[in-house]
């Protein structure tokens, strides 16, 4: 059954610490008209990120936040559902950036066409979109790891995270991946092919890794921080590079951080081992993306990268499903099935 209203979330508040539902706010209304030159899309997926709790909060970003009472941001996969602009049919499957809602007009601007016979149309919010981009250039222009090096990145079964690893040992170096739990660590070393992975739940943690590292870690990308950062920063080489990626652990933490402060320390490490630090935001890269694609689908042709897409089921369930990626309940891309495609 088509639908007759148009949905969307909301931001309700700006959360202090871990969202809640409360932060968020469904609301209803008719479905747009478009005008002169526009289109009106129908959003089938909906990719959650991690970005998206730093767009919750007020204050200087690299980006602007969502404002209280706006459409929570996202990127989307959609259909055009009714077209007055000359470049896109009815029927036309987009990328676009409509955020957390059923439908949205647009003028054309940022839409791009995407041939679902060439790829499932999810991929493009995942492994050959933002998510695969990122690990891509994070690892390969400012890891660049050699063969024989040891690359570690945590969330090591995520959107991101996975391809690092799985790009590391098409380089000819040696994966370890740390991830939440067993089930995930699995994943990791038996269907993402992975040399290691270590659970960073586990009591012995860093002495795991350790074990999984018996030549030390000459790339670390950085996921997560905190306690798993804690732990590489002893095993890392001299000249070692740190692609700094995300900081997940951190994204819901309020004011100062429990436990010693470890900046002077691992300064001093920075200084006396020649490590490279360097954050980055994978825009910065853009006019890398057409190689990406050509050798991303040359790896998922070869079965070089595989993925996993965790899919939750309608609009509704995107916040519920959002605080649970700050978790780690998430277990592979997060995405949401909003309207069939
Ligand atoms: P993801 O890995 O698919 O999902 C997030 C994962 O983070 C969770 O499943 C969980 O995995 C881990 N996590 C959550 N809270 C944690 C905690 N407190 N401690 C340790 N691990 C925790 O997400 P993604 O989209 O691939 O993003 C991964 C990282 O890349 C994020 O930091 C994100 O902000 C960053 N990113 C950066 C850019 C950029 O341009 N710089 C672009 C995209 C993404 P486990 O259960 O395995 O711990």
């Not at 995520?158 to 991830?179: D, N, Y």
């Not at 001093?268 to 694609?293: D, H, M, N, W, Y």
């Amino acid at each position: 059954m088509s639908q007759t209203r148009a949905q969307r979330v909301v931001l309700a508040s700006r959360p202090r610490g871990a969202p809640t539902v409360s932060d968020f706010r469904l609301e209803e209304g008719p479905i747009p008209e478009p005008g002169e030159g526009q289109v009106l899309l129908r959003v089938a997926l909906l990719s959650l990120d991690p970005y998206m709790r730093g767009r919750m909060d007020a204050g200087p970003s690299y980006a602007r936040p969502v404002e209280v009472g706006e459409v929570m941001e996202g990127g989307t996969a959609a259909v055009v559902d009714a077209s007055r602009h000359p470049g896109f049919a009815v029927g036309d499957v987009v990328l676009s950036h409509s955020g957390w809602q059923t439908h949205a007009l647009s003028d054309g601007k940022g839409l791009r066409r995407l041939d679902p016979t060439a790829a499932p149309v999810s991929t493009a919010l995942g492994v050959l979109g933002m998510p695969g981009f990122t690990a891509y250039v994070g690892l390969t222009e400012i890891g660049r790891p050699a063969p024989g090096e040891t690359v570690v990145v945590a969330a090591a079964s995520g959107a991101v995270g996975s391809v690092v690893g799985q790009i590391a040992r098409i380089r000819g170096a040696r994966a370890v991946g740390i991830a939440g739990g067993e089930r995930k660590c699995t994943f990791v070393k038996s269907e993402l092919l992975f040399d290691a992975a270590v659970d960073h739940r586990a009591p012995d943690f860093a002495q795991r890794l350790a074990e999984a590292c018996p030549k030390g870690v000459d790339v670390y990308f950085e996921n997560v921080g905190g306690a798993v950062l804690d732990a590489v920063v002893p095993l890392l080489n001299d000249f070692a590079r740190i692609p700094v990626c995300g900081l997940i652990s951190q994204y819901n933490a309020v004011g100062p951080f429990p436990g010693p402060d470890r900046l002077p320390l691992t300064l001093r490490q920075v200084l006396t081992k020649s490590l490279t630090l360097r954050g980055f935001i994978q825009r910065e890269f853009a006019p890398l993306r057409p190689t990406f694609e050509r050798e991303m689908r040359g790896w998922l042709a070869k079965g070089q990268v595989r993925y996993r897409e965790d899919v939750v089921e309608g609009l509704e369930r995107a916040p519920e499903a959002f605080m649970g990626l700050l978790e780690g309940k998430n277990f592979g891309k997060l995405l949401v099935r909003v309207s069939p495609l």
